[in-house]
T-cell receptor
Framework: DAKTTQPTSMDCAEGRAANLPCNHSTISGNEYVYWYRQIHSQGPQYIIHGLKNNETNEMASLIITEDRKSSTLILPHATLRDTAVYYCIVRYSGNTPLVFGKGTRLSVIA | EAGVTQFPSHSVIEKGQTVTLRCDPISGHDNLYWYRRVMGKEIKFLLHFVKESKQDESGMPNNRFLAERTGGTYSTLKVQPAELEDSGVYFC???????????????FGSGTQLSVL
């Protein structure tokens, strides 16, 4: 079972920042927080991951709270192509599979 | 660099027939995963190869499913005989073995849409 809780859906205006929350209150010290997304009919796409520190790459930023019990994925300037289901996943090691939950369906509106 | 390639993109078969799905991972990736999404359900893990060895096959639904990765390159997933409930999208993913246990990025293929009639 997924160890994360995410809102079912969110809307965001095009050009604005999309902030997607995730709760992972039972995360253990060695577990990473991963974000993937699935755009309609495509395979899941890696976005970003982190352990303790905030992370930023060309796609997004990941803000992890100090107690690590929650995190927020930030898409700084959402476009229509960012409409997708976003999955927040906690995972310990490469020997354990990614467990996908229901994710958050983000709709970017023009 | 080519991504993860899956073939066929779509397959329509009748109940009781056999289907073989193929996955070509990114060159150099030792980890290969199979996942499945049944309509209306979440994406579910099926199994994990490290090179040619099955690391974890706890997600395989039953013995009608057989996965192979001879030579540690491409992988096949055979369903024999196919049942109606096997319909769904089958995804393959690959990754490099990370230096740190949790620092692993999976790259997914576009999936094979299987319809069993």
């Amino acid at each position: 079972d997924a160890k994360t809780t995410q809102p079912t859906s969110m809307d965001c205006a095009e050009g604005r920042a999309a902030n997607l929350p995730c709760n992972h209150s039972t995360i253990s010290g060695n577990e990473y927080v991963y974000w993937y997304r699935q755009i309609h009919s495509q395979g899941p796409q890696y976005i970003i991951h982190g352990l303790k520190n905030n992370e930023t790459n060309e796609m997004a930023s990941l803000i992890i709270t100090e107690d690590r019990k929650s995190s927020t994925l930030i898409l700084p300037h959402a476009t229509l192509r960012d409409t997708a289901v976003y999955y927040c996943i906690v995972r310990y090691s490469g020997n354990t599979p990614l467990v996908f939950g229901k994710g958050t369906r983000l709709s970017v509106i023009a | 660099e080519a991504g993860v390639t899956q073939f066929p993109s779509h397959s329509v078969i009748e109940k009781g027939q056999t289907v073989t799905l193929r996955c070509d991972p990114i060159s150099g990736h030792d980890n290969l995963y199979w996942y499945r999404r049944v309509m209306g359900k979440e994406i579910k893990f099926l199994l994990h190869f490290v090179k040619e060895s099955k690391q974890d096959e706890s997600g395989m639904p039953n013995n009608r499913f057989l996965a192979e990765r001879t030579g540690g390159t491409y992988s096949t997933l055979k369903v024999q005989p196919a049942e109606l409930e096997d319909s769904g999208v089958y995804f393959c993913a690959s990754s490099q073995v990370p230096l740190w246990g949790g620092d692993e990025k999976l790259f997914f293929g576009s999936g094979t849409q299987l319809s069993v009639l």
